[in-house]
């Protein structure tokens, strides 16, 4: 049996936040995951506080001041449980990730950065990597939007169409104009997902036929926005040489999943724990968690014929929410399939939704999770401990609503980095 | 606005439908009235069956032929939107073997053909089917798309904005002593009213009936109840299956396209317009309906809906189960001395043509004019053309993708774009539902999560959004689709619920968007 000193469960951004602490921390980890993880599926930018209350209209300008308000008044909020200074320090160690690299992450200093959506609405984030850098609706510089005809998800004359009527409105001052290029006349291929276009950017014959095409459609505008597809791992470069032959500035709007800025961030993360020592086993989904007294020795991974067995002194779970399959819902009851963690749930099902898909309270299903101490380690009910040796981390905690919030960047690398600092009883 | 006509439809369910084209193909004038879009009551929201009849034929001799006729004349003028699937009634030990007999004998007499099958027999031809049955009985049933066949009716008949008015409520019916001499209107976006003259006005309201009979002070002995549904992500069976047993709740499974759709529930109500299905339903359901095919049991489920049958109350009064099922034409010069007022109501979707056909024939003679029919022997073009099998399309989409061309705009329903701009070429925008309907769009495993956005995108992308608000479409059909999918949320529909949420509330922040 493999022996390691952290076991992390889970490829999302708290699990790899988490075994990059384990392992900076001089812990031997292993990091386990079943597939490529959330990271992929979002746009790659790290919300913190988005919305506080989660159905409020108004967006957060400076989101510590608000997490300190929400901690006070929702002790049981996973930022509750990390508190401002661990927050502040996840940040700080995950813009270490990028450090002298040309594709890096930033904020406008405290604040919160207003940005755009493939819908052509706004959205509130904090972190955004450097090629989304311009894309603030604080920018008064005409846009002229780059879409393809053979990209499937991602419309610039839809986009544009939105974002001119929230200029009528007075919500922005900048105006859109769409182009789309057929996908066709400038590779051998008509259609391309996200990921295979990013490739085809990477090449530079590929990326001067666009640069062409695109300076021939300006007008006045002097910036040009792109779906988030401008290379995959020399995407600094790619926007500095698309820059240098539009004369504008250059930025990346996300598409829909899968992410390629959140393929990047994967990669990166990916990287920095290979070169860390951490052993990376992906594809293998953790089935069962070997408990005696209230304390794990190992987890058992199975891909049928294998089955395998890895043993540690601790354990991080931060296998995410549902969607991630950190919970389950049976018929009438969510479980955590691992280690049988008591979920925080209501006693009924008929109470898990609300009646409105887009409704400004909470669909009470987002705040199901399992219950931590203030060291992230789960309890039950009654503030009991269960596992002595385990943290938990990212989605699957209960007691936020993060896409409601949109906390779920800040939440994920919080409390993964908190969960690989190590606290014990 | 003033407008004048020779005949008023009142409802733009496939009843209305089949009377507009009817009454276009003999040359008389119409124009048709919905409030609401197209097969917006029972017409979009029933299990897609296409009865062979004998389901009636104990308990109702009369509308079982009716529905044999129709069947026929169906599968010949609209095989492009009928799958002949064939059905199966299926025996389970608890099932009383009376009542098998008693099926096979009326099946005769009404001369619906049936063949007896072992259950080694039904097996062979449905391998999902429970291995306890006790035996089977196959008759011709069918599935049929319903939004389809509506198109195509309405599309044959008339055109957007001039015979065919959607959204557009009937306000008032103008009577002049025996006689409703036209019918005041207005369009419910933008609140504008008009009248428009007519010489005959047809209620074909379905659910809606009584409400339109009383705008002429009439009132109508109607029954309201709601049948549940519940779709499957996957095909369980190649035919229809039935419980060999008298109708009762639960006792059929249709196969639709890729899905199965579980049925139904019949609960007598009052409320028409925002119907739900209640978490009882769906476990019944499924309960039910996993008797004869046990993989249902636990299968991903992910949509329940709920239609409205109005059923014509017979003077016994009872279960709304013995009500006819067949169609109720009613003349109101006879019953209430209103001289061009038609009521038709009741019957089966199968059975649209020939109510649109004595409608129509009742209108000819008290015209005066002798006018025959022709629905019954023109075969509806569009589904007639488009007929190809699900086979041959996906051979096509091979050589498409080998050439680099497919671009698959819906991942669970495998839609290309070129299919989907063929299908918007020619379209005057009625909504996204309605567009969602014409395709399959949408009533896959993911409900219309990605490809609702990458329609939008296509319809700016080609110039006909015009200066339609995405967004608020976006979450009109989100909302509605939630209606739809929050009683099947568990399991791997919940997982995928939840990237959905991450996709508009995550990445484009719709719930934030005003």
């Known amino acids: ?425 | 606005m003033e407008m004048r006509t020779q005949v008023v439809i009142i409802g733009g369910g496939i009843t209305g439908a089949g009377i507009a084209r009817d009454l276009a193909q003999r040359g008389i004038e119409f124009i048709l009235m919905e409030k609401g879009g197209l097969a917006n009551g029972a017409s979009g929201r029933n299990h897609g069956y296409l009865h062979s009849g004998a389901r009636y034929t104990v308990n109702d001799p009369h509308a079982a032929r009716e529905c044999i006729q129709e069947n026929r004349i169906l599968k010949k003028i609209a095989p492009g939107c009928i799958e002949d699937t064939g059905g199966l009634f299926v025996s389970l030990p608890e099932d009383n073997r009376g009542f098998r007999n008693q099926f096979l004998k009326s099946c005769e007499e009404v001369e619906i053909p049936t063949r007896c099958l072992t259950p080694f027999q039904a097996l062979e031809l449905e391998p999902n089917l429970s291995p306890d049955i006790t035996g089977a009985i196959e008759v011709p049933d069918g599935a049929i798309d319903p939004f389809l066949l509506v198109f195509a009716n309405i599309e044959e008949a008339g055109r957007y904005g001039e015979e065919i008015l959607t959204h557009t409520a009937v306000n008032r019916l103008i009577q002049s002593r025996d006689r409703i001499t036209g019918v005041e209107a207005s369009n419910i976006e933008t609140g504008e009213p008009f009248t428009v003259g007519a010489d005959f006005v047809i209620n074909a309201a379905g659910a809606w009936a009584d409400r339109v009979a009383r705008l002429a002070g009439l009132s109508l002995p109607l029954e309201v109840s709601k049948g549940s549904m519940l779709v499957s992500n996957r095909r369980v069976s190649h035919r229809v299956i039935h419980r060999c047993r008298p109708p009762s709740d639960g006792d059929i499974v249709v196969p639709n396209h890729t899905v199965s759709i579980l049925g139904t529930t019949s609960i007598n109500t009052g409320e028409l317009e925002k119907l739900s299905v209640e978490p009882g339903e769906v476990s019944f359901l499924i309960d039910e309906a996993s008797k004869m095919l046990p993989s249902l049991k636990g299968a991903r489920f992910i949509r329940a809906y709920a239609g409205v049958r109005p059923l014509f109350k017979s003077d016994s009064g009872g279960d709304s189960r013995e009500l006819s099922r067949g169609f109720v034409l009613l003349d109101h010069e006879l019953r209430d001395g209103v001289k061009n007022f038609i009521t038709i109501t009741g019957g089966k979707l199968v059975t649209f043509r020939l109510m649109a056909q004595r409608t129509v024939d009742l209108i000819c003679e008290k015209m005066g004019r002798e006018i025959p029919c022709k629905t019954h022997i023109t075969p509806l073009e569009k589904l007639t053309r488009g007929g190809k099998g699900r086979g041959e399309y996906l051979k096509g989409l091979g050589q498409e993708a080998e050439r680099g061309d497919a671009e698959i705009i819906c991942d669970c329903e495998l839609i290309t774009r070129g299919e989907l701009e063929q299908a918007l070429a020619g379209l005057s925008l009625k909504g996204l539902r309605e567009i969602l309907h014409r395709t399959r769009l949408g009533k896959g495993t993911c409900q219309g999560a990605f490809c609702s956005y990458r329609l939008l995108g296509m319809l700016h992308a080609m110039g006909k959004a015009g200066a339609m608000d995405s967004n608020s479409q976006l979450k009109g059909f989100l909302e509605e689709r939630w209606r739809g999918v929050r009683p099947v949320l568990w399991g791997d529909q919940l997982r995928e619920h939840q990237f959905i949420e991450e996709i508009y509330l995550g990445i484009l922040n719709l719930d934030k968007a005003k």
Not at chain 1, 37 to 49: N, Y
Not at chain 1, 98 to 103: H, P, S
Not at chain 1, 256 to 262: K, N, R, W
Not at chain 1, 358 to 374: C, K, M, N, R, W
Request: aromatic content about 10%.
């Open chain 1, 1 to 425: 049996m493999m022996h390691y000193d952290v076991i992390v469960i889970g490829m999302g951004l708290a699990g790899l936040m988490a075994a990059k602490t384990a392992a900076e921390g001089g812990k031997s980890v292993l990091l386990l995951g079943k597939g490529v993880g959330r990271a992929h599926m979002h746009t790659g930018c790290i919300d913190l506080l988005g919305y506080y209350p989660s159905g409020s209209s108004v967006s957060v300008e400076n989101p510590f001041e608000f997490i300190g308000r929400l901690i006070e008044e929702r002790p049981n909020h996973p930022y509750a449980r990390v508190g401002i200074p661990d927050i502040r320090m996840a940040l700080t160690s995950f813009l270490g990730l990028f450090d002298g690299q040309d594709y890096t992450y930033f904020s406008q200093g405290k604040k919160n950065t207003v940005t755009l959506t493939p819908a052509g609405c706004t959205r509130t984030t904090y972190l955004l990597p450097s090629t989304m850098a311009w894309g603030g609706i604080e920018d008064e510089r005409d846009v002229l939007i780059v879409g393809f005809d053979g990209l499937k998800d991602f419309y610039s004359a839809y986009m544009a169409q939105n974002l001119n009527s929230l200029g009528k409105e007075g919500r922005l001052s900048f105006k859109a104009r769409p182009i789309s290029l057929p996908l066709s006349k400038f590779s051998a291929r008509k259609t391309a997902p996200a990921l295979v276009l990013a490739r085809f950017f990477e090449e530079e014959g590929f990326r001067d036929r666009i640069g062409e095409a695109v300076r021939a459609e300006l007008r006045e505008e002097e910036r040009v926005a792109f779906p988030a597809v401008l290379g995959v791992e020399r995407s600094g470069k790619v926007r500095k040489e698309l820059e240098e032959k539009l004369g504008t500035t250059v930025f990346e709007i996300p598409t829909l999943p899968p992410s390629v800025p959140g393929y990047r961030l994967f990669q990166a993360f990916k990287r920095h724990l290979q070169r860390n020592g951490v052993t990376v086993v992906m594809g293998f989904a953790v089935t069962e968690a070997l408990l005696r007294n209230g304390t794990c020795s190992g987890v058992t991974v199975t891909c049928p014929p294998l089955q395998r067995t890895y043993s540690a002194e601790m354990f991080i779970l931060a296998t995410g929410s549902f969607f991630g399959g950190g919970l389950e819902a049976k018929g009438d009851r969510a479980v955590e399939p691992i280690f049988g963690l008591p979920v925080h749930q209501p006693a009924s099902r008929d109470t898990w939704f609300g009646d409105r898909f887009f409704s400004d309270d909470p669909h009470p299903i987002a705040e199901f999770g399992v219950l931590v101490d203030e060291r992230l380690n789960p309890i039950d009910e009654e503030g009991r401990a269960v596992v002595r040796n385990l943290h938990v981390a990212g989605s699957i905690l209960s007691g936020s609503d993060p896409l409601r919030e949109k906390s779920g960047g800040g939440i994920a690398l919080s409390t993964g980095y908190k969960a690989g600092k190590g606290e014990f009883h």
